[in-house]
T-cell receptor, first 111, second 112 residues
Framework: NAGVMQNPRHLVRRRGQEARLRCSPM?????VYWYRQLPEEGLKFMVY????????ESGMPKERFSAEFPKEGPSILRIQQVVRGDSAAYFC?????????FGPGTRLTVT | GENVEQHPSTLSVQEGDSAVIKCTYS??????FPWYKQELGKRPQLIID?????GEKKDQRIAVTLNKTAKHFSLHITETQPEDSAVYFC???????????FGTGTQLKVEL
């Protein structure tokens, strides 16, 4: 749905650098989901956040990955010390009446 | 947690034929089952969904059926067209209502 915004659309990082991915949900929504999609694979749940609160982070890797959704501003998925295996498309989704709508995704390439 | 299995992984049909994709789920408390279509390089798009209080839902050439007893649901596309070619994902919303669990996807190819 055009209402869910993500930036940047493409991000290139060298191994060891940090990647910051941003997501703004549909206007008025305070729930954000992050998913990772490896090349030619399915969507894997990472984390579910509400404003200022992490509801479910059962899909997040234990190290290097973190997420936040501050009171003001977009949700941010942060990957520290990126490795080549982090190369993937990262989608966020917003919830409306039980239906999830996805943003356009950020394609992260680690060189 | 919820586990969703999807079959087949690839499906090739002739234009005009029907296509059926099947999914099973494990959590009997799951109550919402959407289907997404993803074209190459694009975001998943919600195409149809069904809730556990109905057994079938139809929207033009697309229909979804749900069998709660057997814990499986299916996507049916009739009169397929080349633009139907994409990857289709099923998903289930668990009883906790927090997150969708996705199937592994079906690559549908509609051949002329």
């Amino acid at each position: 749905n055009a209402g869910v915004m993500q930036n940047p659309r493409h991000l290139v990082r060298r191994r060891g650098q940090e990647a910051r991915l941003r997501c703004s949900p549909m206007k008025g929504h305070s729930h954000v989901y992050w998913y990772r999609q490896l090349p030619e694979e399915g969507l894997k749940f990472m984390v579910y956040l509400q404003k200022e609160n992490i509801i479910d982070e059962s899909g997040m890797p234990k190290e290097r990955f973190s997420a936040e959704f501050p009171k003001e501003g977009p949700s941010i998925l942060r990957i520290q010390q990126v490795v080549r295996g982090d190369s993937a498309a990262y989608f966020c989704a917003s919830l409306q009446q039980g239906e999830q709508y996805f943003g356009p995704g950020t394609r992260l390439t680690v060189t | 947690g919820e586990n969703v299995e999807q079959h087949p992984s690839t499906l090739s049909v002739q234009e005009g034929d029907s296509a059926v994709i099947k999914c099973t789920y494990s959590d009997s408390a799951s109550n919402y089952f959407p289907w997404y279509k993803q074209e190459l390089g694009k975001r998943p798009q919600l195409i149809i969904d069904i809730r556990s209080n109905v057994g079938e839902k139809k929207d033009q050439r697309i229909a979804v059926t749900l069998n709660k007893t057997a814990k499986h649901f299916s996507l049916h596309i009739t009169e397929t067209q080349p633009e139907d070619s994409a990857v289709y994902f099923c998903a289930a919303l668990g009883g906790g209502g927090n997150k969708l669990t996705f199937g592994t996807g079906t690559q549908l190819k509609v051949e002329l």
